[in-house]
């Protein structure tokens, strides 16, 4: 089965990105969120994010126009049925993804690939709930998604091998590079860089060193091009938070204990560049650390 329309469930931060992807590669995208403004919100700025695009010589203007046409929006979720490949991009929180799945398994055709964009829930568990685990996959890529080079292929217990190869042509014709993991909380990348940050507000809550000089030393010392704090700062401190949770629970290890300061932050509403308030406050003309 050729895959040429592909559903995008979430119009936020990742959902606009996948779908941005997608529509430049060729994809028909029909992108679905339960808020109006966030649809128009979120092709607002993928019409941005392409002209930045024709502007550096990446992207001619034909082929921004062509994007641009490829993408539909709806806020009625089965409308996705027809889709080929379906990708959620909703929160980052179990029953959310559970409920979506649900309400779309009626609606879809036989052949229908599903798949989530989940950085850290397990694929199977997600899988077992639908009619078919052996056409589910996580689909799990990087923010932000026009820019970074990675998307993680999750195979859950049952994924077959027709569901994964063809995910991974996909994953080539984005030209973006996949990288397999199997299903373990957190997957790869961020079962290796959620610690990482974990420890840096760590070490900042301990008095260590402050937001500017762990950050400053992560950059200059170890050559990162942001500091981990910066980094929790552009993913979203709640999103860190429910991966380390999901880390903690899932392998029962204490190291991956998520730092009481990281959840004072979420529970303030201080989550980063979203909220403008996180480690650093964005509300003036430039980041000023918080701590």
């Not at 028909?28 to 941005?48: E, F, G, R, W, Y």
């Not at 082929?63 to 080929?84: E, H, W």
């Not at 990708?87 to 798949?115: C, G, M, N, S, Y």
């Not at 079962?191 to 937001?211: D, H, K, Q, S, W």
Request: charged share 20%; with cysteine; proline share 5%.
């Amino acid at each position: 089965m050729a895959i040429n329309k592909v559903g995008v469930v979430g119009a936020g931060q990742m959902g606009n990105g996948i779908a941005h992807v997608f529509a430049l590669a060729g994809y028909d995208v029909m992108m679905t969120d339960i808020s109006a403004d966030a649809l128009a919100a979120a092709v607002a700025l993928i019409d941005k994010n392409i002209t930045r695009q024709v502007s550096k010589g990446v992207v001619s203007e034909e082929d921004k126009a062509a994007a641009m046409a490829r993408i539909s929006t709806t806020q009625t979720l089965t409308d996705l049925g027809p889709c080929d490949l379906i990708i959620e991009a909703a929160t980052e929180r179990e029953t959310v993804k559970q409920a979506i799945f649900d309400e779309l398994l009626p609606h879809i055709t036989p052949t229908t690939i599903l798949a989530s964009n989940t950085s850290s829930i397990s694929i199977t568990r997600l899988a077992s709930r639908t009619d078919r685990p052996e056409k589910f996959i996580g689909f799990h890529f990087m923010n932000p998604v026009p820019v970074m080079q990675l998307v993680e292929l999750i195979r859950g217990i049952a994924t077959d091998d027709e569901t994964y190869q063809q995910c991974q042509e996909v994953v080539e014709k984005l030209g973006k590079t996949s990288a397999t993991s199997e299903d373990f909380p957190a997957f790869i990348v961020n079962r290796i860089l959620m610690p990482m940050i974990n420890e840096a507000v760590y070490a900042l809550y301990e008095g260590v060193g402050n937001v500017s000089s762990i950050d400053t030393s992560m950059k200059l010392g170890a050559n990162h091009p942001m500091g981990p704090l910066e980094l929790a700062d552009f993913i979203g401190l709640d999103t860190c938070l429910a991966i380390m949770n999901v880390l903690h629970e899932g392998l029962a290890d204490t190291k991956y204990r998520p730092c009481p300061l990281l959840t004072k932050y979420v529970e303030a509403g201080w989550l980063g560049r979203k909220t403008k308030r996180g480690f650093y406050d964005y509300r003036g003309d430039k980041p000023v650390p918080t701590r």
